[in-house]
């Protein structure tokens, strides 16, 4: 992804003498593995509200997975259950976990998503934590909410939800989320691989401060504050990093 190098190269600013690498196209080896295109499969939901409700395994379905693997297709926007993405990525990455003093990310174009007790429903995220972490390009997007505004105008301009409106509402909240192909996606890409550092090396990767990159946004308009309004690490934070760096032990509270 071209933005990808971008916000490495953005990152490189923040973390200096880390040894950061991209490597394109990781699961190619695999993409005519059926066990690998199934287990994808499995995972793709079709209803956010039903926890278990998953699509049903294809020949077709297990096709456009080989594609994607291999880089021929892009599965932008396609919902997967996210922890079992991030356990899928775990098992088939090359080389992965054989050194443990690397962090690794896997960016995707997949809509990664959880479950939320809270309203029994799931709901799309930019990240999802773990070994590997993965960043979600189409979480970027989706994930955080756009303003209340735009939602109160598109049940009044398009209330059958078909995107009958969908550019007059971008022209008329322009700037205020992203978009796909946005050309801020660098330097949010680039607060959430922090993220994934602090998660890896702290086990915390947010901040409670609205104007530093690690703040768990909610919200478009937050995450654009974060990301590219402040586009830095708060000062606490910013000796965390310096301490990670140099290989220091540290209390990370």
Not at 41 to 50: E, F, I, M, P, Q
């Amino acid at each position: 992804m071209k933005c990808a190098k971008g916000a490495v190269s953005l990152l490189k600013e923040h973390t200096g003498s880390f040894r950061i690498t991209v490597q394109k196209d990781a699961f190619s080896g695999i993409g005519t593995d059926d066990e690998v295109a199934s287990a994808l499969v499995s995972l793709r939901l079709t209803d956010a509200g039903r926890r278990e409700e998953r699509a049903i395994d294809s020949f077709a379905l297990r096709d456009f997975e080989k594609r994607v693997l291999s880089g021929t297709s892009r599965a932008r926007g396609v919902p997967y259950e996210g922890v079992g993405l991030m356990k899928l990525y775990q098992r088939i990455l090359p080389g992965h976990p054989s050194n443990p003093d690397e962090i690794c990310v896997v960016i995707t174009d997949r809509l990664a998503m959880t479950w939320s007790e809270d309203d029994l429903r799931y709901h799309a995220r930019v990240a999802v934590f773990g070994f590997p972490s993965v960043v979600s390009m189409s979480g970027l997007v989706e994930a955080p909410a756009r303003p209340r505004e735009y939602y109160l105008a598109k049940q009044v301009l398009d209330p059958s939800g078909a995107g009958a409106a969908d550019e007059v509402l971008a022209a008329q909240f322009a700037g205020r989320f992203l978009e796909a192909e946005d050309e801020r996606t660098e330097k949010v890409l680039c607060g959430y691989l922090l993220q994934c550092i602090f998660y890896a090396c702290t086990l915390r990767p947010f901040c409670g401060n609205m104007d530093c990159v690690l703040f768990n946004a909610h919200w478009q308009e937050e995450m654009i504050r974060a990301q590219v309004t402040s586009g830095k690490l708060c000062e606490r934070h910013r000796r965390s990093l310096e301490r990670i760096i140099s290989g220091e032990p540290a209390s990370w509270g």
